[in-house]
């Protein structure tokens, strides 16, 4: 009976201290020393799941994801009557309504048939009917669009396909075209499975604004490049201040390591206005004005690979592992503005690619004091052999500043012709300006 | 010492350990209790001094819904569009968008779960009720809020009743399926639907209700919108897809007030609005 009793409390025991640890748990004076205790933390972990509050990560993808290297800078959706709502200099604005049309852009780029060749006026006759209107402001290989927006490559969309001015269009029965214009002043028109109505769901959450195409304006802008956009109250833009991140918001060490360049390997040296860091086969040119040059001056091994499936990389791997690099380096630092991709080219001499990227504040471009590009990636087969970074950080408090309306520059651009574009100069005072250009 | 001895006093050690940390707990549950209650109260005047009634009672407090990431699942789709249609033909039109095809209808599904199937000649329903309805669509494998049905006449025969999704018993308020009908036959069903079975995604812990409403009250405030009683505060989730069909089930809190209904985002606090 005796030896009962003895085991009875022991058990009471086991009990009361599972309970007191229960009990303290409960009160949260213990919450703290929980959580720095990671064997402890765990038991939390393990206690919270079996509550079934705790969310698990979601599985990680092996396969290479691409994201949009550029999105549209100037926007229009056209009603049923031909009215346009135009959208210019406003990231908030562009931001929703790329939201409200990129699943369309998607649907229409992956659905399109083979491209049929259109005259200049069934592409303005689109521009006017019921749809909506992308303008990139520099061509987009339509292949890398697709792959962006729909996850997948269309067989008929090769190198030779780029638009910087995208139309979906409806027509009278019902069935919804992409039009687009190329690098060489083409105009095409594809059929697609977009449904009339995601592209009239789309269209009655905007409003006319009074937006004009140049070429509907007649005669007046006869000079000008006819589907320059031009849109009423455009008389200022955002004050945006530039600044230098370099030391205060990113460490030489860790562009050295966006580099790939191990920061206690690397030999530095001052030379004219620049650090200089050398490794076998490449150095890094840091200047004080916040630009980075790199170049591989050998074989480069495994730095700066560019991920590819297949034999060898496509276009777009590259221009994925040319962005995904530029946004990793600068894009953490750059502030209000977003890092488009604003074109390539290919050197016929050693088979290179090099990629172009800009800063865009508000969709307008951002044109650099100490580089014509904020970067330039040259890949050489499956490597970043040269680069050129110009970091910056760009801020906007929500003042606006003056700008020569879209209409006045437009009827001062009739003389001379070309496209006018309103740009930001970087001037060196720390507040860009607003000026037009043109292109 | 006797070992028995040893262990009556480890137990009574144990007991008033145990009724401290018992203590302690009460203590923080009603210390909690109050500064909910004048937590309650606060926020009542805040909105009040900002012309909005609202009764404490309207304050219920709920769990983190969590983030769920939901990727297409074809097969899936097909045997949605299957329980309408028979037996389908499927054609892919690019662009992620499916067609289904059967001698009864088409059904056409894109990647972000927007979805229409449109009936040739209709099929007659005997039972038309609400409950019968929602039992319908569950065979599709779509939950609905009965609660949330709107049904819409056309003298005196029935021609659409429209619901609103759920995930585990909670409202996706951008997800609603509207049933049409024309002399008691079902003709087209259309809407929005979760691309497959959500799984568990992590994500930032979600807002409390006193942190939406006063994100709420804020975004009022900034937009000018007339609002004057808040009726009652209920979390669900807002789903986002992409055209590859990868999408994402959200926390938001809806609103729902005299004028109208709002949807804060349950991560961001920003509002945002779902079109009916």
């Given at each position: 009976m005796k030896r009962y009793w003895e085991t009875g409390k022991t058990v009471l025991i086991f009990l009361l201290i599972a309970s007191a640890v229960f009990l303290a748990g409960k009160t949260g004076y213990f919450d703290e020393f929980i959580g720095s205790a990671p064997a402890l933390s765990r038991i939390s972990g393990w206690l919270d799941s079996l509550k079934g509050s705790a969310a698990t990560p979601a599985p990680a993808g092996g396969?290479?994801?691409?994201?949009?290297?550029?999105?549209?800078?100037?926007?229009?959706?056209?009603?049923?009557?031909?009215?346009?709502?135009?959208?210019?200099?406003?990231?908030?604005?562009?931001?929703?309504?790329?939201?409200?049309?990129?699943?369309?852009?998607?649907?229409?780029?992956?659905?399109?048939?083979?491209?049929?060749?259109?005259?200049?006026?069934?592409?303005?006759?689109?521009?006017?009917?019921?749809?909506?209107?992308?303008?990139?402001?520099?061509?987009?290989?339509?292949?890398?669009?697709?792959?962006?927006?729909?996850?997948?490559?269309?067989?008929?969309?090769?190198?030779?396909?780029?638009?910087?001015?995208?139309?979906?269009?409806?027509?009278?029965?019902?069935?919804?075209?992409?039009?687009?214009?190329?690098?060489?002043?083409g105009f095409y028109r594809s059929q697609t499975a977009v449904q009339y109505s995601s592209l009239a769901e789309c269209m009655a959450k905007y409003l006319p604004n009074n937006t004009q195409y140049a070429f509907e304006f007649g005669e007046d802008f006869n000079n000008i490049d006819p589907y320059t956009l031009i849109m009423p109250g455009t008389g200022r833009v955002p004050m945006v201040g530039s600044s230098n991140p370099v030391y205060d918001r990113i460490p030489p060490d860790k562009i050295l390591v966006g580099f790939e360049m191990n920061p206690n390997l690397a030999s530095q040296y001052q030379e004219m206005g620049a650090v200089v860091y050398m490794m076998e086969n490449c150095y890094l040119r840091l200047y004080d004005s916040g630009l980075a040059v790199y170049k591989a001056t050998g074989e480069t091994g495994e730095r700066l690979k560019i991920k590819y499936s297949g034999g060898e990389p496509g276009l777009n791997e590259l221009l994925e592992g040319a962005r995904s690099f530029v946004l990793n380096l600068v894009g953490g630092t750059s502030g209000s503005a977003e890092l488009y991709y604003t074109g390539h080219s290919f050197s016929s001499?050693?088979?290179?690619?090099?990629?172009?990227?800009?800063?865009?504040?508000?969709?307008?471009?951002?044109?650099?004091?100490?580089?014509?590009?904020?970067?330039?990636?040259?890949?050489?087969?499956?490597?970043?052999?040269?680069?050129?970074?110009?970091?910056?950080?760009?801020?906007?408090?929500?003042?606006?500043?003056?700008?020569?309306?879209?209409?006045?520059?437009?009827?001062?651009?009739?003389?001379?012709?070309?496209?006018?574009?309103?740009?930001?100069?970087?001037?060196?005072?720390?507040?860009?300006?607003p000026q037009w250009t043109s292109r | 010492m006797e070992q028995s001895k040893i262990k009556n006093i480890i137990i009574i050690i144990l007991l008033i350990v145990n009724i401290i940390f018992l203590a302690l707990y009460l203590i923080g549950r009603i210390e909690t209790g109050k500064l909910e209650k004048k937590t309650k109260e606060d926020l009542v005047r805040i909105l009040d001094s900002h012309g909005i009634a609202m009764d404490m009672s309207v304050i219920k407090e709920y769990g983190d819904l969590g983030s769920y990431e939901v990727l297409r699942d074809l097969e899936g789709e097909k045997a949605v569009a299957e329980t309408v249609l028979g037996e389908c033909e499927v054609n892919d039109l690019g662009g992620n968008i499916y067609q289904y095809l059967s001698p009864l209808g088409e059904g056409i599904f894109r990647g972000n779960g927007e979805f229409s199937i449109t009936l040739a000649s209709g099929i007659p329903l005997t039972d038309t009720s609400v409950r019968a309805l929602a039992a319908y669509l569950g065979k599709m494998n779509i939950a609905v809020e009965l609660e949330s049905a709107e049904a819409e006449y056309s003298g005196a025969n029935l021609s659409s009743v429209r619901f609103t999704t759920m995930f585990e018993?909670?409202?996706?308020?951008?997800?609603?399926?509207?049933?049409?009908?024309?002399?008691?036959?079902?003709?087209?069903?259309?809407g929005r639907r979760l691309t497959s079975t959500p799984a568990p995604a992590s994500s930032e812990p979600m807002i409390g209700v006193y942190t939406a409403l006063i994100s709420f009250l804020s975004e009022v405030k900034q937009a000018n919108l007339i609002c004057n009683e808040i009726t009652a505060v209920t979390p669900g989730y807002s789903f986002s897809a992409s055209v590859s069909g990868s999408g994402r089930l959200v926390q938001y809190w809806c609103v729902s007030t005299d004028v109208g209904k709002y949807y804060v985002n349950g991560l961001t606090g920003e509002m945002s609005s779902f079109p009916d």
């Amino acid at each position: 009976m005796k030896r009962y009793w003895e085991t009875g409390k022991t058990v009471l025991i086991f009990l009361l201290i599972a309970s007191a640890v229960f009990l303290a748990g409960k009160t949260g004076y213990f919450d703290e020393f929980i959580g720095s205790a990671p064997a402890l933390s765990r038991i939390s972990g393990w206690l919270d799941s079996l509550k079934g509050s705790a969310a698990t990560p979601a599985p990680a993808g092996g396969e290479l994801s691409f994201a949009e290297a550029a999105k549209p800078v100037y926007a229009v959706v056209t009603g049923i009557g031909g009215h346009h709502c135009g959208i210019k200099y406003d990231s908030a604005q562009l931001s929703a309504f790329y939201s409200d049309t990129s699943n369309i852009l998607g649907e229409a780029l992956g659905s399109s048939s083979s491209p049929q060749e259109i005259s200049e006026d069934d592409w303005r006759d689109a521009l006017s009917s019921a749809g909506i209107y992308f303008d990139y402001l520099n061509p987009l290989p339509l292949s890398a669009l697709t792959r962006w927006l729909v996850g997948s490559e269309i067989s008929h969309w090769d190198a030779r396909h780029s638009a910087r001015r995208i139309c979906i269009s409806g027509s009278d029965d019902g069935d919804v075209f992409l039009y687009y214009t190329d690098s060489e002043g083409g105009f095409y028109r594809s059929q697609t499975a977009v449904q009339y109505s995601s592209l009239a769901e789309c269209m009655a959450k905007y409003l006319p604004n009074n937006t004009q195409y140049a070429f509907e304006f007649g005669e007046d802008f006869n000079n000008i490049d006819p589907y320059t956009l031009i849109m009423p109250g455009t008389g200022r833009v955002p004050m945006v201040g530039s600044s230098n991140p370099v030391y205060d918001r990113i460490p030489p060490d860790k562009i050295l390591v966006g580099f790939e360049m191990n920061p206690n390997l690397a030999s530095q040296y001052q030379e004219m206005g620049a650090v200089v860091y050398m490794m076998e086969n490449c150095y890094l040119r840091l200047y004080d004005s916040g630009l980075a040059v790199y170049k591989a001056t050998g074989e480069t091994g495994e730095r700066l690979k560019i991920k590819y499936s297949g034999g060898e990389p496509g276009l777009n791997e590259l221009l994925e592992g040319a962005r995904s690099f530029v946004l990793n380096l600068v894009g953490g630092t750059s502030g209000s503005a977003e890092l488009y991709y604003t074109g390539h080219s290919f050197s016929s001499a050693d088979g290179s690619v090099t990629f172009t990227f800009d800063y865009f504040v508000s969709g307008i471009p951002v044109r650099l004091m100490d580089s014509p590009h904020a970067a330039i990636i040259k890949i050489s087969r499956d490597a970043i052999t040269e680069a050129r970074l110009c970091f910056r950080s760009f801020s906007s408090s929500g003042a606006f500043t003056p700008a020569l309306p879209d209409l006045q520059a437009a009827v001062l651009a009739a003389g001379e012709g070309g496209e006018p574009v309103l740009e930001y100069f970087e001037s060196g005072g720390g507040v860009l300006s607003p000026q037009w250009t043109s292109r | 010492m006797e070992q028995s001895k040893i262990k009556n006093i480890i137990i009574i050690i144990l007991l008033i350990v145990n009724i401290i940390f018992l203590a302690l707990y009460l203590i923080g549950r009603i210390e909690t209790g109050k500064l909910e209650k004048k937590t309650k109260e606060d926020l009542v005047r805040i909105l009040d001094s900002h012309g909005i009634a609202m009764d404490m009672s309207v304050i219920k407090e709920y769990g983190d819904l969590g983030s769920y990431e939901v990727l297409r699942d074809l097969e899936g789709e097909k045997a949605v569009a299957e329980t309408v249609l028979g037996e389908c033909e499927v054609n892919d039109l690019g662009g992620n968008i499916y067609q289904y095809l059967s001698p009864l209808g088409e059904g056409i599904f894109r990647g972000n779960g927007e979805f229409s199937i449109t009936l040739a000649s209709g099929i007659p329903l005997t039972d038309t009720s609400v409950r019968a309805l929602a039992a319908y669509l569950g065979k599709m494998n779509i939950a609905v809020e009965l609660e949330s049905a709107e049904a819409e006449y056309s003298g005196a025969n029935l021609s659409s009743v429209r619901f609103t999704t759920m995930f585990e018993d909670n409202p996706i308020f951008n997800c609603r399926i509207t049933m049409s009908f024309t002399d008691s036959k079902l003709m087209s069903i259309y809407g929005r639907r979760l691309t497959s079975t959500p799984a568990p995604a992590s994500s930032e812990p979600m807002i409390g209700v006193y942190t939406a409403l006063i994100s709420f009250l804020s975004e009022v405030k900034q937009a000018n919108l007339i609002c004057n009683e808040i009726t009652a505060v209920t979390p669900g989730y807002s789903f986002s897809a992409s055209v590859s069909g990868s999408g994402r089930l959200v926390q938001y809190w809806c609103v729902s007030t005299d004028v109208g209904k709002y949807y804060v985002n349950g991560l961001t606090g920003e509002m945002s609005s779902f079109p009916d």
